[in-house]
């Protein structure tokens, strides 16, 4: 799993996360998924996602690990507000997001492999060419 249960305590406490799921660690993993996968949805026209959430430990993006945890709690907290700040929590889920839309939009380039075709080479969201020459008369 790209980021565990106990990586989530750096972003709610242990005693909160436990409220809103009610002791129940699959909802926490099911939120992690979704997590993962709307990152992947922002991504995955410039990045290789795949090589990017197989990574484990120190070998992971820390920035992708951080947006990860704040959508992952996102997801987590629409059960339930036990004590924590819900617009604190809104706050850095609308900001994850911003930065996966400027990401998706190429106006920022995390440190992430590209994407790249059978052989080997770097492939990209822009399309080059031209229509087929046309000849007028007037």
Do not use: C, H
Request: glycine share 2%; proline share 4%.
């Amino acid at each position: 799993m790209f980021i565990t249960i106990e990586e989530l305590k750096t972003v709610a406490y242990e005693y909160q996360i436990i409220d809103i799921v009610e002791e129940d660690e699959t909802i926490v993993e099911i939120a992690i998924d979704a997590a993962i996968e709307e990152i992947k949805s922002y991504l995955a026209a410039r990045y290789d996602t795949i090589n990017v959430f197989n990574k484990q430990g120190n070998e992971r993006n820390r920035l992708i690990v951080e947006l990860t945890k704040d959508i992952a709690l996102w997801q987590i907290i629409r059960l339930s507000n036990p004590d924590i700040l819900f617009e604190r929590v809104k706050d850095r889920y609308d900001r994850a997001i911003d930065y996966l839309n400027r990401v998706a939009k190429g106006l920022l380039s995390p440190t992430l492999p590209l994407l790249t075709d059978s052989t080997g080479e770097e492939t990209t969201p822009l399309k080059f060419g031209s229509m087929p020459k046309q000849q007028y008369d007037y």
